[in-house]
């Protein structure tokens, strides 16, 4: 990959969002509970987020437990909540040396005590990384964070675009916002956004893929970053005065 990476280096940093999907049907045709799925999932997570510094990526946000995943059973919920516990105890000194600073959005008043303990571990350990926000969102509903930054807009009396997301920045506990996502990937053949970041993908480029996240790998991140490069993106001006800008 050594030349290639040079090639998809983007300036500015993007920000790539990752719906990594596909862990349970992974398992499934190979004869393998869910749960196994979910543990080749973890890995996979490990392998993307090295990789991703290298390829222009200054904010990685990855989709790992929706607000409705408390909805499956209560054995998967909590061997993905035992995985992701794991994830955040073990990686911490990776991403610490690494430089990757990691932070956990969504709501934390319904996370086990000890998956509260290994986030707060995790986001302390990893605080001064600068190559790349890690941003991994955990019991996210992205409605329920516009919602809750709508309650708090109708205190004030105007607000603005970017005052808007900077408070839903802060009640997805991700402080401060983050940039406007430029690249959705969707692993697993589905094609929907399932309440991820509906207001930072309000201009992202959506990237499709029918491999399952377990199988996704570096190769493939830096494949959708290259298609991402090769698009055009307009914000709704003609061609010409979008380059310019
Ligand atoms: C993605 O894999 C992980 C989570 C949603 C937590 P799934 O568990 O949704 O896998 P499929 O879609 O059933 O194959
Ligand atoms: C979306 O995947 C949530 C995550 C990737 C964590 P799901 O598998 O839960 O989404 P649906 O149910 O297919 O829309
Ligand atoms: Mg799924």
């Known amino acids: 990959m050594g030349n290639s990476k040079a090639r998809v280096i983007s300036d500015p940093l993007l920000h790539v969002a990752i719906l990594l999907d596909g862990n349970g049907r ?3 045709a190979r004869g393998l509970a ?3 799925g979910h543990r080749a999932g973890v890995a996979a997570v490990r392998r993307i987020v090295r990789a991703a510094p290298d390829l222009g990526i200054g904010t990685l946000t990855l989709y790992a437990f929706s607000s409705n995943n408390w909805e499956r059973p209560a054995p998967e919920v909590c061997a993905l909540l035992a995985l992701l516990e794991d ?3 073990n990686g911490a000194a990776e991403f610490e040396a690494e430089r ?3 932070r956990v959005i969504g709501r934390r008043d319904r996370i086990p005590r000890s998956l509260l303990e ?3 571990f995790a986001e302390r350990k990893t605080a001064a990384g600068r190559r790349m926000d890690l941003r991994i969102a955990l019991d996210y509903s992205s409605r329920d964070a516009i919602l809750r930054a709508a309650c708090w807009m109708i205190s004030s009396l105007e607000v603005t675009e970017r005052e808007f997301a900077r408070r839903l920045g802060q009640v997805t506990n991700g402080g401060t916002p983050a940039p406007d996502v430029d690249l959705l990937i969707r692993t697993g053949g589905e094609r929907r956004l399932s309440d991820f970041m509906l207001w930072e993908c309000a201009y992202a480029e959506l990237f499709f893929t029918p491999r399952m996240w377990p199988e996704f ?3 493939d991140l830096e494949a959708a970053v290259e ?3 090769g698009r055009e993106r307009r914000f709704g001006r003609l061609p010409e005065t979008a380059a310019a800008s």
């Open 26 to 28: 992974w398992a499934a």
């Open 34 to 36: 869910r749960s196994e």
């Open 87 to 89: 994830f955040l105890r």
């Open 100 to 102: 990757i600073r990691l």
């Open 118 to 120: 290994a986030i707060e």
């Open 217 to 219: 790998d570096a190769a």
């Open 227 to 229: 298609d991402y490069l």
